[in-house]
């Protein structure tokens, strides 16, 4: 029969390093104290690393920098909403690293949440969530004000068709109709960039 520990390991063995969660990522695999005992032992034996107080990291390691890696910063958003239950939106560059366009390492993250606004240090980066209520943000689905923040960070002039390939791998089958749909009012430019991202055979 497995340890608490064990089951703890074996859950982040699953997910892969790179992930980055909290202990209400672990529910279910035992009482909360045995589950922090467990991560505090973890963290002392260097499997796993603690970025900020109740959120862990299964490092990285990059063999061609032959380092390990910092914790993605979208990846701690991520973990911080679902330990807390907000629903998240990233902004600006933020949100170009969360399309996958972008893999510079920026001195900000910004969030829109509708949880309460907090700012985090994670290392030399700010991660700020901004209270916003989002029934005013104009669309029903976060990957439609996903693609329509980080088009409009771009520019049009910064929209090539590679950029359009890439983000047409990065959306769901399932998703685009709901997209097309969602984003009818988008600007106009923004809007036809979307529609040959949706357009699966553009």
Not at 94 to 117: C, E, F, H, I, K
Request: charged letters at 25%.
């Amino acid at each position: 029969m497995q340890t608490i520990e064990q089951k703890i390991v074996s859950r982040i063995y699953g997910k892969g390093r790179g992930w980055t969660f909290s202990q209400s990522d672990l529910a279910g695999l035992g009482s909360r104290a045995a589950i922090d005992k467990s991560l505090q032992r973890l963290v002392t034996k260097g499997m796993i690393y603690r970025v900020i107080r109740g959120i862990y990291y299964y490092p990285e390691y990059s063999e061609f920098l032959k380092t390990t890696l910092s914790p993605d910063v979208h990846r701690v958003a991520l973990a911080l909403a679902r330990k807390f239950r907000w629903n998240i939106q990233p902004t600006g560059m933020a949100a170009l690293n969360a399309l996958g366009l972008s893999t510079q390492v920026q001195a900000r993250y910004g969030y829109m949440s509708d949880g309460p606004s907090r700012q985090y240090k994670i290392g030399k980066r700010d991660l700020i969530f901004l209270h916003t209520a989002f029934r005013d943000s104009g669309f029903k689905l976060p990957v439609s004000s996903l693609l329509v923040e980080g088009l409009k960070v771009l520019g049009p002039e910064r929209v090539d068709q590679e950029t359009i390939d890439k983000l047409r791998r990065t959306v769901s089958a399932d998703d685009k109709p709901k997209i097309l749909k969602d984003t009818r009012t988008a600007v106009a430019w923004v809007r036809d960039v979307i529609l040959k991202i949706c357009q699966e055979d553009a």
